[in-house]
């Protein structure tokens, strides 16, 4: 199958700064990206889905100006957690899928994000 | 999206073939249905896809009866390495980007 990577695989920061995680496609064009969140012995949960050059959708609940998410090439998504709090500790997913409506999504490693 | 149901969780022993039940009765006529596997700490794999009767590949079958109001995951001979959550997801293609939504998936516990 297709290769996402994430960046960092882990990051542990001070409350109230800003953590930058980058999604990348490594042997196909992603046309759309997703971003899930996972907290401990649950189900992950769909924050957003970004489409390359264009805005973010974000799901219900999931704050737009908190997280923000830049889709800036075939290959790149972003994820910025901005003014980052204890209660945004999480492991966060990435996926990416390419033209085909009906495509498979394969998703990134993730990344771990502890805020002290 | 079609909600779907699957048991919590379930044991077996190493060697056995394990089939996984999953029940999605508001599936729409152009759903289809895929399987993830995921390790802790991991991102979620793709196991197997499929839309209508038997799907098979060198991880697993899909079996889909003719309602496809339910999806059956089998996985031959499962060895420790198969302890994992997995997930069942029925996929509605928008236009051209499409959304996955986990349920609780199901936790299998392989012993030898």
Redesign the interface.
Known sequence: ?AV?S?HPSWVICKSGTSVKIECRSLDFQA??M?W?RQFPKQ????MA?S?EGSKATYEQGVEKDKFLINHASLTLSTLTVTSAHPEDSS?Y???A?G?V??E???????T?LLVL | LAKTTQPISMDSYEGQEVNITCSHNNIATND?I?W?QQFP??????II?GYKTKVTNEVASLFIPADRKSSTLSLPRVSLSDTAVY?CLV?R?????????????TRLLVRP
Not at chain 1, 104 to 110: D, N, S
Not at chain 2, 41 to 46: A, I, K, V, Y
């Open positions: 199958g996402v994430q046309t759309t997703f899930y189900s992950l949960m769909l889905t489409n492991f997913i990435c996926s899928a033209r409506p009906q498979t999504q394969y998703f990134g490693p993730g771990r | 289809y895929t993830y700490s991991q991102g979620p794999r793709f896809q997930y996929v293609p928008m236009d051209s980007s499409y959304k996955l939504i986990f349920g609780s998936g």
